[in-house]
Nanobody
Framework: EVQLVESGGGLVQLGGSLRLSCAASGFTFADYAAGWIYQAPGKGLEWVSAISWNGDDTNYRDTVKGRFTISRDNAKNMVYLQMNSLKPEDTAVYYC???????????????????????WGQGTQVTVSS
């Protein structure tokens, strides 16, 4: 069974930090790009960041560049999102997701659209208070 399980969310003050983790199981994680998507209160899903299958490349939405860092450990089947200098507008449910299998239809080296993602986790809440 394919699973992506996020952890590390919580309540943090303005300027604080959180590290989100995502544990993958049930598939060959190293064959997939991975990323994070968020959904702010009352808004739709929005792409945040992605990392290539081998970890060599990353990209970020403009509003988090310089503050968030995505990383992965294929030996542990994990992907992370280090979030620093958090702002109230970062408040959202954060979802871990993977792209499609390397070489398959729909595969993207660095997923940047919601449609680039195949497997999704259940989400973890991040709340930043002012």
């Amino acid at each position: 069974e394919v699973q992506l399980v996020e952890s590390g969310g919580g309540l943090v003050q303005l300027g604080g930090s959180l590290r989100l983790s995502c544990a993958a199981s049930g598939f060959t994680f190293a064959d997939y790009a991975a990323g994070w998507i968020y959904q702010a209160p009352g808004k739709g899903l929005e792409w945040v960041s992605a990392i290539s299958w081998n970890g060599d490349d990353t990209n970020y939405r403009d509003t988090v560049k310089g503050r968030f860092t995505i990383s992965r450990d294929n030996a542990k089947n994990m992907v992370y999102l280090q979030m620093n200098s958090l702002k109230p507008e970062d408040t959202a449910v954060y979802y871990c997701a993977t792209g499609f299998r390397l070489g398959s239809g729909g595969w993207a080296y660095l997923p940047s659209k919601l449609s680039d993602f195949g497997y999704w986790g259940q989400g973890t809440q991040v709340t930043v208070s002012s």
